[in-house]
Nanobody
Framework: QVQLVESGGGLVQAGGSLRLSCAASGSIVSINDMAWYRQAPGKQRELVASISSGGSTSYANSAKGRFTISRDNAKKTVYLQMNSLKPEDTAVYYC???????????????WGQGTQVTVSS
C-alpha cells in the first residue's frame, strides 16, 4: 500500500505564510511528478503547483510569485511554501503523486486526505 499524508494546514491572517508538507510512505519504487491541488467550497479542484522528479516546477497563475513547491526525494516528501496568503486561497489542499510500486506496470495516481487552509481577512 501507498499513503500520502499531508500536514501544515491551519488558520492564518491575510498576508501570512504557511508551509504544507506531504510525505509518501509504503511500498514505493520511485515517485514521478508530485503536485498540490486545492478545492474551495462549491468549486472544482484545481492544480496549484507541480514538480517533476528532476525538480522542474509549474505554477497556476494564482500561485506564481507567492507559492513555492519543492521536494526532498530522499524523504519522499513534497512541500508547498505559501506566502502573502489571501482569503481567496482558503481551500482544502491535496497532495498528489505519480508513484511506481514493485511488480506493478506503470505509475499509479495517489492522493492525500487533504489539509484545510483558512485565510482570514
Amino acid at each position: 500500500q501507498v499513503q500520502l499524508v499531508e500536514s501544515g494546514g491551519g488558520l492564518v491572517q491575510a498576508g501570512g505564510s504557511l508551509r504544507l508538507s506531504c510525505a509518501a510512505s509504503g511500498s514505493i519504487v520511485s515517485i514521478n511528478d508530485m503536485a498540490w491541488y486545492r478545492q474551495a467550497p462549491g468549486k472544482q479542484r484545481e492544480l496549484v503547483a507541480s514538480i517533476s522528479s528532476g525538480g522542474s516546477t509549474s505554477y497556476a497563475n494564482s500561485a506564481k510569485g507567492r507559492f513555492t513547491i519543492s521536494r526532498d526525494n530522499a524523504k519522499k516528501t513534497v512541500y508547498l511554501q505559501m506566502n502573502s496568503l489571501k482569503p481567496e486561497d482558503t481551500a482544502v489542499y491535496y497532495c498528489n503523486a505519480a508513484i511506481r510500486r514493485p511488480f506493478v506496470a506503470g505509475p499509479g495516481n495517489y492522493w492525500g486526505q487533504g489539509t484545510q487552509v483558512t485565510v482570514s481577512s
